[in-house]
T-cell receptor, first 111, second 117 residues
Framework: AQSVTQLDSHVSVSEGTPVLLRCNYS??????LFWYVQHPNKGLQLLLK??????LVKGINGFEAEFKKSETSFHLTKPSAHMSDAAEYFC?????????FGAGTTVTVRA | EAGVTQFPSHSVIEKGQTVTLRCDPI?????LYWYRRVMGKEIKFLLH????????ESGMPNNRFLAERTGGTYSTLKVQPAELEDSGVYFC???????????????FGNGTRLTVT
């Protein structure tokens, strides 16, 4: 079975500083990996996806993630946090049509 | 294009009552999914429709939950009778046809927050 582990339940950063959200996956074969974001009272929005093409994936709003098979990681980064990045972020692995979600990382951004 | 819409956005009911949640997928999306997040837990898969057929309902918690998708358009998820542990946020998602290995992304609705008191 495939699964993901998000290593931090909460991350707090200052506006303008880098953001790092960590995710490790478990998969018996090359996985499809995603990052979703949920802003308060909103639905889940796809940030980016990895599907065995380039290992460095660029997403929306300046986010990117790097797939590292040797480390079984898919960490999400952004060079400079903005107040609007405050939200909950989910690392997700897909097996056929079924998504398995990580527990989520809540990001707070300090002015 | 309009996104996935869910109704109602919030529902507060008493234990033992019945609640029906509705999901309208993006037009033309054959795949429809239900997920839920109970308090403090991870988002979990409930079931998957392809058009009007249930492809996989392995995530449905018990027989108090009934999902339908008549005509392959909108879907309903009924909980009868509701219990306290059913409280949480119920998400609907849809995607285009593409088969099991398709990389078509899932588009999620805003969710329905269900509170059972």
């Amino acid at each position: 079975a495939q699964s993901v582990t998000q290593l931090d339940s909460h991350v707090s950063v200052s506006e303008g500083t880098p953001v790092l959200l960590r995710c490790n996956y478990s998969s018996s074969y090359s996985p499809s990996l995603f990052w979703y974001v949920q802003h308060p009272n909103k639905g889940l929005q796809l940030l980016l996806k990895y599907t065995s093409a380039a290992t460095l994936v660029k997403g929306i709003n300046g986010f990117e993630a790097e797939f590292k098979k040797s480390e079984t990681s898919f960490h999400l980064t952004k060079p400079s946090a903005h107040m609007s990045d405050a939200a909950e972020y989910f690392c997700v692995v897909r097996s056929n049509y079924k998504l398995s979600f990580g527990a989520g990382t809540t990001v707070t951004v300090r002015a | 294009e309009a996104g996935v819409t869910q109704f109602p956005s919030h529902s507060v009911i008493e234990k033992g009552q019945t609640v029906t949640l509705r999901c309208d997928p993006i037009s033309g999306h054959d795949n429809l999914y239900w997920y839920r997040r109970v308090m403090g837990k991870e988002i979990k898969f409930l079931l998957h429709f392809v058009k009007e057929s249930k492809q996989d309902e392995s995530g449905m918690p018990n027989n108090r939950f009934l999902a339908e998708r008549t005509g392959g358009t909108y879907s309903t998820l009924k909980v009868q009778p509701a219990e306290l542990e059913d409280s949480g946020v119920y998400f609907c998602a849809s995607s285009r046809t593409g088969g099991a290995q398709s990389n078509s992304p899932l588009h999620f609705g805003n969710g329905t927050r269900l509170t059972v008191t």
